[in-house]
């Protein structure tokens, strides 16, 4: 039975976007030696959309590229907290499926964070 997932992001700066993570979002982790940081995820879904227009890194195992949305209730509000520690997000984009933004991560790269306006998978039980 799967139990969960675990997904990667690569980082040019791994050790000041595990911090970001760990001490500015307050997400929970184990270390697992040596500084590695494995976070403990809210609940979380999938989609399956389509890529053959996503530039996609060229990967020998044919793994399928990602992009992570983490996921709130109140745009706003997160967005309000997050200036409050001096973080940057991106100007906000509405669409039909929701509103959204992008987070400025340390290392220069981004994640999106969006406000939902579909029903979301969060609470489905597993089988």
């Known amino acids: ?3 969960g997932a675990h997904f990667l992001l690569y980082s040019i ?3 000041a976007d595990r ?4 001490d500015v979002l307050g997400f929970r982790y184990v270390d697992v030696g040596h500084g590695w940081l494995i976070f ?6 999938a989609a399956i959309h389509p890529g053959e227009d996503k530039p996609s890194q ?5 793994l399928m590229g990602a992009e992570l949305y983490l996921m709130c209730d109140d745009l706003s509000a997160v967005m309000a907290e997050l200036k409050a520690k001096k973080v940057e997000c991106s100007e906000v984009q509405t669409a039909p499926w929701g509103i959204t ?3 400025s991560l340390p290392s220069g790269g981004r994640v ?3 406000q939902p306006r579909h029903q979301t998978a969060l609470n489905l039980s597993l089988k």
């Open 101 to 103: 933004t992008t987070i």
């Open 112 to 114: 999106g964070l969006y």
């Open 58 to 62: 060229s990967d020998p195992k044919g």
């Open 13 to 15: 700066d791994a050790d």
């Open 1 to 3: 039975m799967i139990l």
């Open 40 to 45: 403990g995820m809210s609940p979380a879904e």
């Open 19 to 22: 911090a970001f993570f760990r």
